[in-house]
Each structure stands twice: as C-alpha cells, then as structure tokens.
C-alpha cells in the first residue's frame, strides 16, 4: 500500500525508486532502437491504446497504461541525469552524509528528492529503512539511537539545501509515520524491552511552504493515551495538507467502488494555528 494510488486514477500510481546506485532500472533503450525510433513506436501505441479504449465504459486502468508508456519514456529521456548525482559538489554530498556508513543510503534517497523538487516532480515520498525498523517490540535501547543516526544528518541535509536554493518556500516537507508508540512495553519480563503501538497519537512535523516556524498544536495526558487540548484528526492533518498544496478538499472527489471518494472522507478542518 506504501505506493498504491488507493481510490484516485490509475495513472496516479507510485514510481518506486531502488536503493543503491541505480534506483531506475531498463532507462537505457535497446542497442539497435534509438529514442526517435522509440517515439515513433509509442505514438502508434498511443493510437491504438486510445482507439482501444474509447470502446469501453470502464478505462481508468487502461488510461493509466497509457500514461505509463509516455512516463516511462519520459524516464529515458530525463530520468538519467537526474539520478547522476557525481556531478553534486562534494560539500552537498558531504552536507547529505553520502558515503559515510550510516548515513549513505538516506542521504541519497534525500539528495534525489532535492534533485526532483529542483525538475518540478510535485510529489516525493522517502521511506527510511526496509522492512520494519522502526516497529521497536525489543531492543530499542540499541536500535532507536542508530535509526537517528542514519536519518538525522540526511533530513537536515536536505531543509539546508532546500532554503540555500530558494526551493523551501514553495516546498512542502512533512515527518511523519504511520502511528505513535506508547511510552511503556507490555511485555515487561524482556531483558531488552521496546515499546508498543500507539493509535491515538503520533507525532510529525512540517517545514517550509507557508508552516509557521516553531508553531506546534495538539497535546496529549501524560501517558499519551488521550488528547487534553487541541484535538486533531488525522482527516484534520489532510485536509491541511491538501490546502498547503493549493488543492481545495471538497474537489478532490473521485466515484470509486460506487461511492464518491475524498481523502478527507466527511471533511476535515485545516489547522491553521500552524499556518503561517
């Protein structure tokens, strides 16, 4: 689900990019094809694609065929240069961790993302670690100080290139995660304990665009269990992000499954005692 387009079009599905040091694979065409050629293979594609799907009453998977042809060649033909990243200075490199053991691979996934924001890509997803890293049942007290270690560095890379470059104001960086953890573990007997899930509250923060430094809403009892001021929804955090990006969330609707679909569901409020 971490890349699904969920109920909006096809066409809006995620491109996963590889860690290491080809993160698109297949950009380069086939030895005996050039792009021309290519282009010429894809506008016919296109023509029957469309005359296919002009036939049918339910096209949105088809349609997103469609616009996967033309990315996919947009890849080819952008996509490499974008990737090359020998040609960044060795202080931005520096700036990002790159080659330092901990903090290589995020650094570069961060470095990409400044690298796509700077060609006009309107929406980067990073995702830290594989797996489950971060899911501490045990051991936390070795694993949570190494986590930080590799995002740290990497994350304060990237705001500090974003603003150097002019490109903080008009982008949008939002930390989050999927929930919170409570303060305590419920297995207790373990040597090495961790802490465990917590659905009623999470922490994230937001930068740039026009988030208000230093603001913070939302507070929580000592334990984390219940909010005592400032309740938010996470349909409350959407519908915010929705407005930062200029996108009115009573318009965002789409008919999936029979039903009109928004991301805010039955709405939700913007908070804009964070905004600016």
Known sequence: MQWSNGFLPAAYQGTLFRTGTTPIVNLTPRPEQSLRGQRNELDLLQ?????????RSSKSELEGRIAAYEVAFKMQTE???????????????????????????????????????????????????????????????????????????????????????GLLDDTLVVWASEMGRTPWDSNLTQADPGRDHNNYSLVMWMAGANVRGGASYGKMDEWSLRSVDQHVHIRDVHATLLHLMGLDQHQLTYLHAGRFQRLTDFGGRVINEILV
């Open 79 to 165: 996509a490499p240069d974008l990737i090359e990243i020998s040609g960044e200075s060795s202080a931005t490199q520096q700036l990002y961790g790159i080659d330092k053991p901990d903090t290589d691979t995020f650094g570069r996934q961060c470095l990409l993302a400044r690298r796509m924001v700077e060609r006009g890509v309107r929406f980067v997803k990073l995702l830290h670690g594989t797996g489950k890293p971060w899911d501490q049942h045990g051991g936390i007290k070795g694993k949570l100080p190494k986590l930080c270690r590799q995002v740290d560095q990497p994350i304060t890379g990237l705001l500090q290139d974003l603003r150097s470059r």
């Open 47 to 55: 023509w029957l694609n469309e005359r296919h799907a002009s036939q």
